[in-house]
Every structure is written in structure tokens, then in C-alpha cells.
Antibody
Framework: QVQLVQSGAEVKKPGASVKVSCKPS????????LHWVRQAPGQGLEWMGW????????KYAQQFQGRVTMTRDTSITTAYMELSGLTSDDTAVYYC???????????WGQGTLVTVSS | EIVLTQSPGTLSLSPGERATLSCRAS???????LAWYQQKPGQAPRLLIY???SRATGIPDRFSGSGSGTDFTLTISRLEPEDFAVYYC?????????FGQGTKVEIK
């Protein structure tokens, strides 16, 4: 069955960077884009961008341009989202979710809580 | 950017009642690019509806979606106890993908 397993919770200081991983299983890694969506405490869902594991192409939401980097390692079929210049506003649960190019998110990771605190 | 506005913010209903949730887009979107998700506390969102009206695998038929252009609706025909949750619409046809702010369906 399809699963997306993410890395564990992180606590970071303001100004630091965080790197969250997402390891899919149950399907071919290169067949689906991986998107990242975040959710601040008590708030809604915010789309951050995607990576195409096949081509390594990426697209980021404008508000994260220059701060986010999405990568993948095909040898271990894992995708990563790195966010730099953290502030308290980046405290959120970060989800990975798969989709084809112009399609819905049918499977989601369990979420990774990133807490930014001094 | 396409802004999705969901209403109402909170819907207070009893089990067995009908729930009607609205999602309005700031510009017309193709219905094939509109999805609804359910989220319960501490869980990831779950896909309910895609293409505005197609139920995802395993979703009960009490959930239905409709609409076109700028106005879309999610209907839950008879609320079950497990349906009390937050519901989000999303458009995925135009970048950036955007979500509505959510509608909370709570027990009255």
C-alpha cells in the first residue's frame, strides 16, 4: 500500500535551517511529484511547492522563493524540503503529499512538526 | 493567485443532519481541478473529492461534490459522528495551488 513516511519533529532556533525528509513506498518513486504543504498551529493549509523526482525539477510558491530548497535522492527514494532563515512564523506541521503534474493529492505523509523557538 | 473562500467558517449540526459547505473562487476554474479534503485533529488531510464531483477511493456515498466556474459545494447527506472535522477545498489547475481557509463542522 502507498505510504509517505516523514522524519521526526524538530526544534530550531531563529535563523537556523531545517531539513525534513519524506520517504514514499508502495509505488514507483519517479511516477509522482511530491508537494510540500504546511499548517501553522490552528491555521489552514499552505502550499509550498513541488519536486519532480524524475527530472529533479522544482517549483516553489513565491512567498518561499529564496528560502526553500526541495531535493531528492533517487538512490534511497527520499525527498527533502529544506527551509532556511527560520522565524517563529515558520512553526508549523510540514506535510509531503504526492500528485501527478496537474492532479490532486491522494496520499499524504503523517506530518513533521517544526518548532522555531529561542 | 486564485483565492478560495469557504463558507461558513463553522457549521454546527447534529448527527443525521445534512451539511452543505461552499467554496467560491476568485476566478473561474475548471471543475476538473477542484478537490475537497477532510482533516481531523492531529491527522493529515484526507482526499474526499477530486474533479469537483468524483469520490476518492473508499469515500462513502454520503459525500458528494458539485459546482462549476467559481462556485463549488460539498454536501454530506447525513452526518455520521466521524464526519465532524475541518474541510478544505483546493484548486490544483493553476500555480500556485491554493486552499480555502476551511470549514469546521462541529457537533451541535
Amino acid at each position: 500500500q502507498v505510504q509517505l513516511v516523514q522524519s521526526g519533529a524538530e526544534v530550531k532556533k531563529p535563523g537556523a535551517s531545517v531539513k525534513v525528509s519524506c520517504k514514499p513506498s508502495g509505488y514507483s518513486f519517479t511516477d509522482y511529484y511530491l508537494h510540500w504543504v504546511r499548517q501553522a498551529p490552528g491555521q489552514g493549509l499552505e502550499w509550498m511547492g513541488w519536486i519532480n523526482p524524475d527530472s529533479d525539477g522544482t517549483k516553489y510558491a513565491q512567498q518561499f522563493q529564496g528560502r526553500v530548497t526541495m531535493t531528492r535522492d533517487t538512490s534511497i527514494t527520499t525527498a527533502y524540503m529544506e527551509l532556511s532563515g527560520l522565524t517563529s512564523d515558520d512553526t508549523a506541521v510540514y506535510y509531503c503529499a504526492r500528485a501527478t503534474y496537474s492532479s490532486y493529492h491522494d496520499y499524504w505523509g503523517q506530518g513533521t512538526l517544526v518548532t522555531v523557538s529561542s | 493567485e486564485i483565492v478560495l473562500t469557504q463558507s461558513p467558517g463553522t457549521l454546527s449540526l447534529s448527527p443525521g443532519e445534512r451539511a452543505t459547505l461552499s467554496c467560491r473562487a476568485s476566478q473561474s476554474i475548471s471543475s476538473i481541478y477542484l478537490a475537497w479534503y477532510q482533516q481531523k485533529p492531529g491527522q493529515a488531510p484526507r482526499l474526499l473529492i477530486y474533479g469537483a464531483s468524483s469520490r476518492a477511493t473508499g469515500i462513502p456515498d454520503r459525500f458528494s461534490g458539485s459546482g462549476s466556474g467559481t462556485d463549488f459545494t460539498l454536501t454530506i447527506s447525513r452526518l455520521e459522528p466521524e464526519d465532524f472535522a475541518v474541510y478544505y477545498c483546493q484548486q490544483y489547475g493553476v500555480s500556485p495551488r491554493t486552499f480555502g481557509q476551511g470549514t469546521k463542522v462541529e457537533i451541535k
